[in-house]
């Protein structure tokens, strides 16, 4: 087994990172797996969630991510997500200050499809408080 | 010969184009960096993107249930041009060359028999197109991207193209644009959208892993290929539109760039004109006090 694996996080605004790492555990939207060198080839989609960076067994790095696709290959793990942020340029007061409009927007909303994005919006917000308000590890 | 009045006129009425072409340069610059940077930050996602479904494309080859979008409708009568040009003029061969492809694509289409759809995205294209293929334009986008382009934006492009594709109204989709090489040069490029048909992967690029590879998919196979496709679209027409974008500035820039410059010329040449014009009134009325004063 290969001891590294190239990882790629990618936004459609701008590339995030891109280097070899030891281990990252991505959110997949059926639960959180980690990838080391050698993986077995999988496509997943990646729900609203944190992406860590391990290196030596601890942390080095932690991205949030508000959803995407993520690839993997014995080489490679490339992460589409839909939107990144480093996890210290959350600033947590802002997000919280969003949700109560996100709120109105829900319960403002007109039609389903105008719901649906309300919906998602919001969840991400609600997600990345969460990711703010967690333990680090 | 012109009068030094007229001389006269020529030279200020050249002198504020300089000043407005120069004044157009220096803000297609600071557009053209902010642009540029922004394209080229794109091109990473759009890229990945490509590779990733370019090996799930080969996987599902073959296959039956593949999704149309991946596989297309297994027809190519219809086809749907998206024409991507700037909403203004003022930048060179930039949209001219963007509507001379189509053009091109859509005889060539036209002459073996199939159906041609154009949807406009930017005023100059609809413009160009109008006169000779108004009956095919089935849709005009301006102002997209104003101030600055995001991807949601864009999303309401890529929502309009899936929904047609959904409902039946076409089985090829391509994409023109300018792609963004330099303030110099720009590249006509068309890109198929519908069915997916992976680019030429550049020098450099990590390899497509080979055919047969197979993926285990987390959830089913077919919900990612659902979502993942359309979402491959708007990232598709995202890129094209930062790079035309892009484009659009250096074409302004560099045209503008050599309208200042000839319009220096101008001055310089009108100038020498106004001076001889000027000696010879001076000359002439010279020699005809001299030859007043000799006569008496």
């Keep these: 087994m290969s001891d590294t694996i190239e990882f790629e996080l990618v936004s459609p605004e701008r590339l995030l990172v891109s280097e070899a790492v030891e281990m990252v555990v991505v959110p997949g939207s059926e639960g959180d797996f980690g990838v080391l060198g050698g993986h077995a080839p999988t496509v997943s989609s990646v729900r609203a969630g944190v992406i860590a960076v391990y290196e030596h067994g601890a942390v080095t790095a932690r991205f949030f991510v508000a959803g995407g696709f993520a690839e993997v290959t014995p080489e490679r793990c490339t992460v589409l997500a839909d939107d990144a942020v480093p996890m210290g340029e959350i600033d947590r007061a802002a997000v919280e200050g969003t949700l109560p409009d996100l709120r109105d927007d829900v319960a403002a909303a007109r039609d389903e499809v105008e719901k ?3 919906e998602k919006a919001l969840a991400i917000a609600e997600a990345k408080l969460a990711a703010v308000n967690a333990p680090v590890y | 010969m012109p009068s030094l009045k007229d001389l006269k006129i020529r030279i200020s009425s050249v002198t504020s184009t300089r000043k407005i072409t120069s004044a157009m340069k220096m803000v297609a610059a600071a557009k053209l960096r902010r642009a540029q940077e922004q394209a080229e930050a794109a091109r990473p996602y759009a890229e990945r993107m490509e590779q ?21 409708t297994g027809r190519d009568d ?50 160009q197109l109008r006169r000779e293929y108004g009956k095919r334009i089935i849709d005009t986008m301006t102002d997209i991207g104003k101030p600055s382009l995001t ?48 680019q030429e ?23 990612i290929l659902d979502a993942l496709l359309p979402k491959n679209i708007c990232v598709q027409l995202f890129r094209a539109l930062l790079e035309n974008a892009a484009s659009e500035q250096g074409a302004r820039m560099t045209a503008m760039d050599s309208a200042t410059r000839n319009a220096g010329d101008m001055i310089d040449n009108l100038s020498i004109q106004y001076n001889r014009a000027r000696q010879a009134a001076i000359t002439k009325e010279l020699i005809e006090i001299i030859s007043g004063a000799e006569a008496l």
Excluded: W
């Excluded at chain 2, 060539?108 to 028999?113: D, F, K, P, R, T």
């Excluded at chain 2, 159906?115 to 413009?127: A, E, S, Y």
């Excluded at chain 2, 929904?163 to 040069?185: H, L, P, Q, W």
């Design chain 1, 116 to 118: 649906d994005a309300a």
């Design chain 2, 151 to 198: 991807y949601a934006h864009v999303e309401s492009v890529a929502d309009k193209v899936t929904r047609m594709f959904e409902s039946g109204e076409f089985d090829v989709c391509t994409v023109i644009y300018n792609r963004f090489k330099s303030a110099m040069t720009q590249i006509v490029t068309q890109q198929q959208l519908i069915p997916f048909a992976a």
């Design chain 2, 52 to 72: 990733v479904l370019g090996a799930l494309a080969v996987a599902a080859e073959g296959r039956p249930g593949a999704p149309a979008m991946l596989a297309g």
């Design chain 2, 201 to 223: 992967a550049e020098a450099g690029e990590p390899a497509v892993p080979a055919a047969g590879t197979l993926y285990e998919y987390e959830p089913e196979e077919s919900e």
């Design chain 2, 78 to 127: 219809v086809h749907l041009l998206v024409v991507a040009t700037a909403d203004r003029g003022l930048c060179g061969g930039f949209n001219s060359s963007i509507v001379r492809a189509a053009r091109a694509r859509i005889r060539s289409l036209v002459e073996a028999g199939k159906t041609v759809k154009i949807l406009c995205v930017g005023r100059k294209g609809r413009d």
